[in-house]
Nanobody, 125 residues
Framework: QVQLVESGGGLVQAGDSLRLSCTAS????????MGWFRQVPGREREFVGA????????YYGHSAKDRFTFFKDNGKNTVYLQMNNLQPDDTAVYYC??????????????????WGQGTQVTVSS
C-alpha cells in the first residue's frame, strides 16, 4: 500500500520560510515524479509544482515561481518543498501526491491518485 506522510507545516509570519517534507512508502520512489498542491476551504486544489522522477526537472505553478523550490532525495524516499518569503495568501493545507504511473508528471489534481494527509501552513501578516 502506497503511503505519503507530510510534515513541516506551521504558523509563521510574512516573509518567513518553511520547508515541507513528504516521505513515501510502498512505491519505487526513484521512478516516480511527485507533485505538491495546496487548498483553502471552498476552493479547488491548486497545483503548486512538481518534480520529475530523477529530481532533475521541476515544474512550477504560477503561485510558486521565484519563491518555492522542490527537492527530491531518492535515497530517503522524500520530496521537499522549500517555501521562502511566505505571504498570507500562501495560507492553505499543503499536500504531496504521487501519480498513478512511474515517470509521469501531472499539473492538475485528477492526475494524481495517492495523497498525503496534508499539512497546514498559516502565514500571519
Amino acid at each position: 500500500q502506497v503511503q505519503l506522510v507530510e510534515s513541516g507545516g506551521g504558523l509563521v509570519q510574512a516573509g518567513d520560510s518553511l520547508r515541507l517534507s513528504c516521505t513515501a512508502s510502498g512505491l519505487n520512489f526513484s521512478n516516480y515524479a511527485m507533485g505538491w498542491f495546496r487548498q483553502v476551504p471552498g476552493r479547488e486544489r491548486e497545483f503548486v509544482g512538481a518534480i520529475s522522477w530523477s529530481g532533475e526537472i521541476t515544474y512550477y505553478g504560477h503561485s510558486a515561481k521565484d519563491r518555492f523550490t522542490f527537492f527530491k532525495d531518492n535515497g530517503k524516499n522524500t520530496v521537499y518543498l522549500q517555501m521562502n518569503n511566505l505571504q498570507p495568501d500562501d495560507t492553505a493545507v499543503y499536500y504531496c501526491a504521487a501519480p498513478p504511473g512511474p515517470r509521469s508528471v501531472g499539473y492538475t489534481w485528477p492526475e494524481y491518485d495517492v495523497w498525503g494527509q496534508g499539512t497546514q501552513v498559516t502565514v500571519s501578516s
